[in-house]
């Protein structure tokens, strides 16, 4: 079944790659030790209220959608240093490349995004209905983010003293992108736990367009969301780490990254929606784990068991519980017992149980597993099943 994004969604739905958290170190150093660089980070921080101002624009224009077979036509413009979007077109679907290598990578990584989609999930672009894919490169000067605006994916230069290229990433486009696909699917409400799992979602799908662009099996694959993204001399690999939240950044200027892996580690804060950016680490992790629990390619199972649970059980309201119950059940219908017991173990190992018998049943082609399961966590009561998980952890 597909949901459609409401009105709602489309307000509050400006998703940035960079979270708060790391602008905010830097807007506390001291500029007799880092000139500038707290100045930059507090511009960074109010980039939010100025996108939004953007999107009053934007307001009542939903994306076009289109039903043509060829489905997720690229256009990459340029801002040209400037705030206005999308701004000037320079390349078309189809198009040669050019002289810019930002409107090249940009142009890539949205046909290896709708590529991985098509082929591995069946799926029509970012809202299953062939939604043309539009980035803008050069927004602004030294800008140092990316995001989604809820209809178009907007890349920064950075500052080449922190970050480098946006574009540069594909996992991060990929990233970008899915929070598209989330929006007009689960529509994941960005805040606390299912905020996380929203950015859980764009992390996984993230990581797997890149290793299926680059044919990785889960052990070979690096498993970070933004790897090459800081500029040389910042002391990190990434932005993030799925195979070890928490690892993937430390250094003076932008802080340690505060990733847990394991439900002992959640963090409770009111700071960037409830810390979605952070407790996004423990279902990363889990996802890690079921991926090398199955083994061989990453997508092939484990994201096939993902995504399942993101297009037809996740509600808007699901906690991490409510989606550790969904992917051990869709494990099951796929994969039968022992699909759902890698699931369920690799949960576990994060510190959220799966009990009863979710998943037992066999391989069926179900248009919604999860809710027919005998003895699965109910998803009518999510209230509930964050009981069960509070007297589990
Ligand atoms: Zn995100």
Redesign the pocket.
Known sequence: MRRHARTADREDSV?A?VPPHVFAHMARLSDDSWPGLAERARESLAFAREVRAERCALRGVAPLRTTTPAGGRRTVYDAQHGMSLPGRPVRREGDPATADVSVNEAYDALGATAHYFKKVHARNSIDGRGLPLDATVHYRRSFNNAFWNGRQMVFGDGDGEIFGRFTQSLDIIG??LT?GVTQYEAGLEYEGQSGALN?HM?DVFGSLVKQYALGQTARKADWLIGAGLWAPGVQGIALRSMRAPGTAYDDPRIGRDPQPAHMDGYVDTADDNGGVHINSGIPNHAFYLAAIGFGGRAWVKAGKVWYLALTQTLRRDADFMVAAAATVDAAGTQFGTKGASIVRAAWKLVGIEVKGSAGRQRKARRPKPAARAKGAVKRADPRGAERRHRRAS
């Open positions: 998703r790659i990233h970008e929070h950015e764009s």
